[in-house]
């Protein structure tokens, strides 16, 4: 029995052994009944901390959950889906911009008092920040949307991704949902606009059904990042398997285009000119053209014309006298038929 005992016990710490040794010789007081309930507790404590592991949605590793911050967000579970590791990486501090990333995605509220008091600590600044907004009663029910970004508590709504987007202000939410239709909370509309500014410029809107495509594509990618966020990985895939049948429906990508998407029903040159002289004047030739020749033809032309006027014992012409006497003619010709047509209207008339 003695031996099975000791077997047993031979895994579990030092102390908690020299303890129950004193326990089953009945030397065991009351301090260290106490003593052996309190370390037993830790040991178990600390094991089911080792137990408890997430993924991160960033660097894609399993990790313990003691490597995640705390969130108040009803976005998580009591824990960011995002390790410190990874956000130590993404942290600029001569960038304010990436620590409001950050914040943003945690749905934790900055503000500038706080911020400057995590500075004035000597461990790191994010991390004491979070342990405030964490611990501190004045972050109580807020989130990124209370930001204040200056030291006389105004606050500011602010809506920001990776890139520098205007502020709630500049969109009018009735326009938002007649633009991305109705039924999705209002944050969300500014996040689809949001979106919509970011991406506009990578994709050929050639007509109103590509916009159209375009627009459902902006609310399925956010709807997807929001998921993401939540950590809710299989939502999360349903919005991107909508957002790839929509880009392919829309034919969103150039490489799905036909030549005629890309070139606007235009195949050849000659229906491009033909469509700039539709719709504009015909643009005269520029000098480069008419002062000197370009070709053979011209030289040839050019080198006659002095030939003839040699014989004839007058000095040799410029190349730009030659286009001068061409449009000369031209424009007697144009007056001349003008005035046939005229006349021949005019006898119409009075037949």
Request: net charge negative.
């Amino acid at each position: 029995m003695v031996g099975f005992i000791s077997l047993k016990l031979e895994s579990r710490p030092p102390k908690f052994f020299i303890i129950y040794n004193k326990c089953h010789t009945g030397t065991l007081f009351m301090g260290e009944r106490l003593d052996v309930m309190s370390t037993k507790r830790k040991v178990e404590s600390q094991q089911n901390a080792i137990k408890q592991r997430q993924s991160c949605i960033k660097c894609k590793k399993e990790k313990p959950i003691a490597q995640y911050y705390n969130s108040k967000s009803p976005m998580f579970d009591g824990k960011i889906t995002i390790c410190k590791d990874c956000i130590k990486l993404m942290i600029d501090y001569k960038n304010m911009d990436s620590i409001y990333t950050i914040l943003q995605q945690m749905d934790i509220k900055f503000d500038t008092f706080y911020w400057e008091k995590s500075l004035e600590s000597k461990t790191d600044t994010f991390a004491r920040y979070v342990t405030m907004a964490n611990s501190f009663p004045q972050f109580d029910g807020t989130s990124w949307k209370d930001s204040v970004f200056d030291n006389d508590k105004t606050s500011v709504e602010v809506n920001k991704s990776d890139d520098e987007f205007p502020s709630k202000k500049n969109y009018d939410i009735s326009q938002l949902k007649s633009k991305y239709g109705y039924g999705y909370p209002d944050d969300e509309y500014y996040l689809f606009e949001d979106k919509y500014q970011q991406l506009k410029t990578s994709f050929q809107l050639l007509t109103t059904m590509h916009e159209e495509y375009f627009r459902e594509f902006c609310v399925n990618k956010v709807k997807e990042t929001l998921a993401k966020a939540k950590g809710n990985f299989k939502e999360a895939k349903e919005w991107a398997a909508m957002v790839k049948d929509v880009a392919e429906a829309g034919k969103l990508k150039p490489s799905q285009m036909s030549k005629a998407d890309l070139s606007g029903g235009l195949d050849t040159f000659g229906q491009l000119a033909r469509l700039v002289e539709e719709n504009n004047e015909i643009m005269s030739l520029l000098p480069l053209f008419t002062e000197q020749p370009k070709d053979k033809v011209d030289v040839t032309l050019w080198c006659y014309i002095n030939y003839v006027r040699d014989l004839k014992g007058l000095p040799e012409c410029e190349y730009k006298e030659i286009y001068a006497f061409y449009d000369k003619k031209k424009e007697d010709y144009e007056n001349q038929m003008s005035d046939n047509s005229f006349n021949s209207e005019e006898v119409d008339a009075n037949g």
